[in-house]
Protein backbone atom coordinates (compact mmCIF):
# COMPACT_ATOMS: atom_id res chain seq x y z
CA UNK A 1 0.00 0.00 0.00
CA UNK A 2 1.30 3.45 -0.75
CA UNK A 3 0.88 6.39 0.68
CA UNK A 4 -1.71 7.93 -1.16
CA UNK A 5 -3.31 9.11 1.41
CA UNK A 6 -3.37 12.21 3.19
CA UNK A 7 -2.58 12.91 7.01
CA UNK A 8 -4.31 15.77 8.45
CA UNK A 9 -3.80 16.76 12.39
CA UNK A 10 -7.93 17.16 12.82
CA UNK A 11 -6.64 19.48 15.58
CA UNK A 12 -9.86 21.09 17.11
CA UNK A 13 -11.85 18.20 17.00
CA UNK A 14 -8.98 15.81 18.96
CA UNK A 15 -8.61 18.69 21.62
CA UNK A 16 -12.70 18.61 21.90
CA UNK A 17 -12.76 14.92 21.64
CA UNK A 18 -10.06 14.67 24.41
CA UNK A 19 -11.54 17.37 26.69
CA UNK A 20 -14.68 15.45 26.19
CA UNK A 21 -13.29 12.12 27.16
CA UNK A 22 -11.87 13.54 30.19
CA UNK A 23 -14.44 14.90 31.75
CA UNK A 24 -16.48 11.90 31.13
CA UNK A 25 -14.18 9.97 32.75
CA UNK A 26 -13.61 12.64 35.07
CA UNK A 27 -17.35 12.77 35.85
CA UNK A 28 -17.51 8.77 36.61
CA UNK A 29 -14.68 8.81 38.87
CA UNK A 30 -15.86 11.74 40.89
CA UNK A 31 -19.28 9.92 41.35
CA UNK A 32 -17.38 6.78 42.60
CA UNK A 33 -15.69 8.95 45.16
CA UNK A 34 -18.61 10.71 46.11
CA UNK A 35 -20.89 7.40 46.80
CA UNK A 36 -18.18 4.84 47.45
CA UNK A 37 -15.40 7.02 49.22
CA UNK A 38 -14.80 7.53 52.94
CA UNK A 39 -15.33 11.57 54.61
CA UNK A 40 -11.31 12.64 55.15
CA UNK A 41 -12.29 14.68 57.93
CA UNK A 42 -11.90 17.96 55.61
CA UNK A 43 -15.43 17.97 54.17
CA UNK A 44 -14.57 15.94 51.00
CA UNK A 45 -14.13 12.24 50.53
CA UNK A 46 -11.47 9.87 49.31
CA UNK A 47 -11.02 6.12 48.47
CA UNK A 48 -8.03 4.57 49.97
CA UNK A 49 -6.21 0.54 49.45
CA UNK A 50 -7.79 -1.32 46.51
CA UNK A 51 -10.85 1.05 46.51
CA UNK A 52 -8.44 3.50 44.87
CA UNK A 53 -7.55 1.06 42.70
CA UNK A 54 -11.38 1.61 40.94
CA UNK A 55 -10.95 5.21 39.60
CA UNK A 56 -7.27 3.54 37.61
CA UNK A 57 -9.93 0.64 36.23
CA UNK A 58 -12.19 3.52 35.24
CA UNK A 59 -9.64 5.01 33.15
CA UNK A 60 -8.46 1.95 31.58
CA UNK A 61 -11.67 0.32 31.22
CA UNK A 62 -13.15 3.74 29.04
CA UNK A 63 -10.02 4.92 27.27
CA UNK A 64 -7.70 1.66 26.52
CA UNK A 65 -11.07 -1.16 26.67
CA UNK A 66 -13.26 0.78 24.58
CA UNK A 67 -10.62 1.83 22.32
CA UNK A 68 -9.49 -1.11 21.49
CA UNK A 69 -13.25 -2.49 20.96
CA UNK A 70 -14.25 0.63 18.94
CA UNK A 71 -11.17 2.20 17.84
CA UNK A 72 -12.65 5.56 19.26
CA UNK A 73 -13.48 6.62 23.00
CA UNK A 74 -17.12 8.17 23.01
CA UNK A 75 -16.34 11.64 22.38
CA UNK A 76 -14.12 10.64 19.82
CA UNK A 77 -16.88 8.53 17.73
CA UNK A 78 -19.31 11.29 18.27
CA UNK A 79 -16.66 13.50 16.81
CA UNK A 80 -16.35 11.25 13.74
CA UNK A 81 -12.69 10.31 14.48
CA UNK A 82 -10.83 7.22 14.85
CA UNK A 83 -7.69 5.20 15.81
CA UNK A 84 -6.38 3.28 13.03
CA UNK A 85 -2.88 1.78 12.62
CA UNK A 86 -0.34 3.42 10.56
CA UNK A 87 -1.52 1.32 7.70
CA UNK A 88 -4.88 2.49 8.23
CA UNK A 89 -5.99 -0.89 9.81
CA UNK A 90 -8.03 -1.18 12.90
CA UNK A 91 -5.87 -1.09 16.33
CA UNK A 92 -5.54 -4.15 18.29
CA UNK A 93 -5.40 -3.62 22.13
CA UNK A 94 -1.81 -3.59 22.48
CA UNK A 95 -2.27 -0.27 19.98
CA UNK A 96 -5.07 1.33 22.44
CA UNK A 97 -2.84 0.58 25.35
CA UNK A 98 0.77 1.72 24.38
CA UNK A 99 -1.36 4.78 23.08
CA UNK A 100 -2.89 5.37 26.01
CA UNK A 101 0.07 4.85 28.43
CA UNK A 102 1.92 8.04 27.85
CA UNK A 103 -1.50 9.84 28.51
CA UNK A 104 0.36 11.26 31.45
CA UNK A 105 3.43 12.66 29.19
CA UNK A 106 1.18 13.68 26.40
CA UNK A 107 -1.47 15.37 28.43
CA UNK A 108 1.19 16.22 31.70
CA UNK A 109 1.66 20.14 31.12
CA UNK A 110 -2.23 21.00 29.93
CA UNK A 111 -1.57 18.60 27.10
CA UNK A 112 1.32 21.21 25.21
CA UNK A 113 3.85 18.06 24.53
CA UNK A 114 0.69 16.41 22.28
CA UNK A 115 -0.25 19.45 21.18
CA UNK A 116 3.32 20.09 19.68
CA UNK A 117 3.51 16.77 18.63
CA UNK A 118 0.70 16.72 16.21
CA UNK A 119 1.12 19.90 15.11
CA UNK A 120 5.21 19.39 14.48
CA UNK A 121 5.20 15.53 13.51
CA UNK A 122 4.56 15.25 9.72
CA UNK A 123 1.77 12.32 10.87
CA UNK A 124 0.44 14.76 13.36
CA UNK A 125 0.68 12.05 15.72
CA UNK A 126 1.20 12.71 19.90
CA UNK A 127 3.51 10.92 21.36
CA UNK A 128 1.56 7.74 22.55
CA UNK A 129 0.51 7.49 18.55
CA UNK A 130 3.97 6.93 17.85
CA UNK A 131 5.16 4.25 20.19
CA UNK A 132 2.14 2.81 19.00
CA UNK A 133 2.24 3.55 15.51
CA UNK A 134 -1.17 5.04 15.20
CA UNK A 135 -2.70 7.55 13.68
CA UNK A 136 -6.41 9.79 14.37
CA UNK A 137 -8.55 10.00 11.12
CA UNK A 138 -11.15 12.00 10.26
CA UNK A 139 -13.98 9.37 9.39
CA UNK A 140 -16.22 12.16 7.63
CA UNK A 141 -13.06 13.70 5.66
CA UNK A 142 -12.66 11.27 2.19
CA UNK A 143 -9.58 12.11 1.93
CA UNK A 144 -8.61 10.63 5.43
CA UNK A 145 -10.82 7.88 5.74
CA UNK A 146 -12.25 6.55 2.44
CA UNK A 147 -9.65 6.41 0.17
CA UNK A 148 -8.39 4.44 3.05
CA UNK A 149 -10.79 2.08 3.45
CA UNK A 150 -10.47 1.89 -0.31
CA UNK A 151 -6.74 1.03 -0.23
CA UNK A 152 -6.87 -1.26 2.48
CA UNK A 153 -10.18 -3.40 0.96
CA UNK A 154 -8.07 -3.23 -3.12
Not at 117 to 131: E, N, P, V, Y
Request: proline share 1%; aromatic share 14%; with cysteine.
Amino acid sequence: MGNSFEFKSNFAKRILATLIDYAICYAFCYLYVIYIGDDDGRGGKSVNGLLALVVLLIWFAYFVIVEAMYGATLAHKVLGLKVLTLKRNEIEFKHAFKRRLLDIIDIYFYGIPALIAIKHSSTHQRLGDMWAGTIVVDTKDPEQFLKVQDEANG
